[in-house]
Structures are given as C-alpha cells and as structure tokens.
C-alpha cells in the first residue's frame, strides 16, 4: 500500500481487541445521545427518513453470515471479471479476507456467486458474493477503475469519508423497495483482492423471509449511484436460538437477552435495556449512574464466555431505541465445539480498561 500507517491501521481490525475505548464506540455514542437529546426536547420521536436512533456498526473485521439461497441477474464486464480472476487459489474473497465465520460459511458452500457489474464514467462496480441467514447479510463489492494511484478499494473509500463539508461516500439499503434504517459497515478484501471491500449490513435488523434487496453505493467522487438488485432468500437452518426470561436490574438498568442465536457460521447476542414503568427511556437514562454513559448515554458492550473461559471474538455491533427501551446487537464468531453454557459479561470502559459488572451477568443454558 502506498499508506503504511493506513495499512496498519486496517491490519489492526483483525487483532484482539485493544483495551481502549474504540473510536467507533464514541461515534455511536455521540451520535445517538445528540438524537436521544433532541428526542427529548420536542416529547415525541422526531419524524425523520431515519428514526431517532441510527445504528451505528462497530467493525473490528467483516462479519459472518451464512445460509443463503439467492438468485442474481446480469452479468460481470470483462474488466471486473479479469480483477476477480488475479485472486489466486481460491476466488471466494470471504475465504481470504474475511473471519472464522465468513470463511466456515465460504469452505461449506453457503455462500452463492453473484454476477452483477455496473459502469458509470468508466468506473465498474461488481458484486461477486452474498450471504445471508435472517440476521445479516454480507457482500463482497468491488471496484474497476482507470485511476492509476494504487490505492485499494478501502483507502479510495475512506477518503471520501472524512471530508468535512462535502459529499461522502455513502450506501443505502432497501427492501421490497422500502429504505431501511439500518447500520452498516466496510472491511477490507484483503492484501489478495486490494479492489474488493467486505460489506455487512440488517445486524439485528426483521425483514421478511423473502424480499427485493437493493443496494444504491454513492461514489462521491463522481456524484454518481450504482444500484444493484438482488432476489434474497432466508435460510436460518441449523442455528440455535435462544430467548432466557431472565431480568437483571442494578442501578436503573433493567437488562434482559432478548435473542442469542447460535449457528455455523455467527453467534449473536441481542440484549434489550428498558426503560423503568411508567416512564420513557429518557427519564430512565437521567437515572442511570454516569460511569456507565459516554457520553451522557448508556454504553453498554458484551463480551461472551463458553463453561471453559473461553471468550468468544466479536466481530461487529451495534445499537438502537426508542423511548421504550435500547436494543445492543453484539456479533461473535461462531462456536466450535458447542458449548454446555454460555456466560454474557456486560462490561463499560472506565478510562482504558474494560470494567464487568458482575449484577448484570446472564449464565444461560445451551444444552
């Protein structure tokens, strides 16, 4: 890469993680506490294209999804077909990018192949893979261009997300032809396939079992859209799913799993907070202790344990609410072999180290 501080930044999304608040923690935090504020004020949800709370996807590499019956129409140009052909050995870029998950579903044949390519201004983007198992889809896009800079795929996007002012990259999702409010993320395709980007989108998101998806990638640069569409399928054979009754509560904060689903390729956590009887999660959150807040909401991250002591890596989150409550989806890679019990150690930072919070711990039975 032409960038060695940017390339280690991206190699770094792929090691355990840091004991340091992440930066994308603070966005999402930023973000939803300034929507929760104006929320407040005018005593109603805020009529918007989005709701009031945006999800806000917390990426520590590409997400794993699986179980995908898919159907795609068109074909890829010649260019983009050449660009995916230089992979070596292998062509699946969830196979050489991606994580356990991503690669499990890749090596077990449940991903599908996908052939759609759009030219706008001699620029070529492709979808070559999909995946989707009812709580994720993952995709894999790439880029074919003139520009003779050498930057991948990933640093081309990045720089056109951080321009103040002026118009960013940016992607849309829809389904059966409804915008959906929902986060998403990037990961990179890896030192083998520089001009593909992982992309994760519906963490936690309901849509039904069969659906229209369509994708709309805004490239700054040209002030152009590429929309892609795409039948989609669910498929959610062979998980586990998991709904504990259980309610936790300590220090305002009403804690319960709504959903922990466990399958070949990702393990996900859904974990609701709510708001205290008689009143709105706002009234709530003024209640909650400000250790457990940045800044000024409620922070609330989950690592995962089996009966070993064994934690699980994350993969990815994010967050949503509404008056009624705050819904955290946190994403894992998947279990091998499965476990007895697991253990959900809810936990805040404090400073730069993780702090559990033992009142709010679930042990909750598998087997």
Known sequence: MNNPDFEAKLAGLKSPPIEEVPESVRSRMDITYQILDSTTQNHGL??????????????????????LLFIALGFFSPAMAETLKQIPFVKSVFQLAGDLGLR?????????????????????????????????LSLVLSRESPDSSGATFM????????????????????????????????????????????????????????????????????????????????NTADSIVLTPAEVKSHDHVHMSIKRLELSQTTTQLVVEVKSEA?????????????????????NFN??????????????????????????YTTSFEPLDPMPRILIVKPFIWMETQKQYISELEFIVPVK
């Not at 009143?279 to 409620?298: A, H, N, Q, V």
């Open 46 to 67: 805020v009529k918007k294209k989005r709701r009031w709370l945006r999800r806000i996807i917390l990426m520590t590499g590409s997400v794993a999804v699986a179980c």
């Open 104 to 136: 499990n579903a890749s090596e077990r044949g449940l991903t599908h192949s996908v052939d759609q390519s759009i030219t706008h201004q001699g620029v070529t983007l492709g979808v070559s893979e999909l995946m989707y198992d009812g709580s994720r």
């Open 155 to 234: 640093e081309t996007w990045a720089r056109r997300q951080v321009v103040s002012g002026n118009e960013i990259n940016n992607i849309d999702f829809y389904v059966n032809g409804e915008l959906v409010n929902t986060a998403w993320g990037l990961s990179p395709g890896g030192d083998e396939s520089p001009n593909s980007v992982i992309v994760t989108t519906f963490e936690g998101v309901q849509v039904p079992d069969q659906f229209e998806f369509k994708m709309e990638v805004r490239l700054a640069e040209l002030k152009q859209n590429f929309t892609f569409t795409i039948p989609v399928t669910k």
């Open 278 to 298: 008689g009143e709105g999660m706002s009234d709530t959150i003024k209640k909650i202790p400000e250790k457990y807040k940045f800044p000024g909401f409620p």
């Open 302 to 327: 989950f690592d995962l344990f089996d009966e070993q002591g064994r934690m699980l890596v994350s993969i990815g989150g994010n967050g949503s609410g509404d008056e009624e409550g705050i819904k």
